[in-house]
Structure formats: structure tokens, C-alpha cells
């Protein structure tokens, strides 16, 4: 719910210190709406432009940078507004 209350505005998963991750949000439909490379996982809702994407069920995928050949996490995120 990123309504700038303080409460679950952001999606965040703890990482080891060191790594780099690949962290790529998509729609249900498979449209990539969001994506990082960075040792911080962490989505706020909108897309790198900075616009809010609609409230809905998104698809995630983390995996190490160095190496994205091995499996990575995946789930689901359900964003509300």
C-alpha cells in the first residue's frame, strides 16, 4: 500500500552485504514494469520513470547479478492502493 502512511510503502527483501541483484517486477500479463541492478532489492510501486503503477498482482524475480544463470527467488506481490 505506498500511500506515504509509514505502513508496507515499499517492498524490501534483506540481502547479504557485497552482492549485486537483478530484480525485475512484471504485470500479469509478462510486461516488464520495473527493474534493478543494485545490492538494495526494494520497490516502491512505480516504474523507474517515477509513475505509480496500477493496483494489481505483479510478478517479481531476484537473482545474483555476477551470475544469472543460477535459479533465482520469484513471487508475488500484491499492490494495493
Same mark, same amino acid.
Given at each position: 500500500?505506498?500511500?506515504?502512511?509509514?505502513?508496507?510503502?515499499?517492498?524490501?527483501? =534483506? @540481502?547479504?552485504?557485497?552482492? @549485486?541483484?537483478?530484480?525485475?517486477?512484471? @504485470?500479469?500479463?509478462? @510486461?516488464? #514494469?520495473?527493474?534493478?541492478?543494485?545490492?538494495?532489492?526494494?520497490? =516502491?510501486?512505480?516504474?523507474?520513470?517515477?509513475?505509480? #503503477?496500477?493496483?494489481? #498482482?505483479?510478478?517479481?524475480? %531476484?537473482? $545474483?547479478?555476477?551470475?544469472?544463470? $543460477?535459479?533465482?527467488?520469484?513471487?508475488? %506481490?500484491? $499492490?494495493?492502493?
Amino acid at each position: 500500500t505506498p500511500n506515504g502512511d509509514g505502513v508496507n510503502d515499499y517492498f524490501e527483501v =534483506d @540481502t547479504p552485504v557485497g552482492k @549485486t541483484y537483478e530484480f525485475i517486477v512484471f @504485470t500479469r500479463t509478462g @510486461t516488464r #514494469v520495473y527493474v534493478s541492478d543494485s545490492p538494495r532489492v526494494f520497490w =516502491d510501486g512505480r516504474t523507474p520513470g517515477g509513475e505509480e #503503477v496500477h493496483a494489481g #498482482v505483479y510478478y517479481y524475480v %531476484i537473482r $545474483l547479478s555476477e551470475n544469472k544463470s $543460477l535459479k533465482g527467488l520469484s513471487g508475488f %506481490i500484491y $499492490l494495493y492502493r
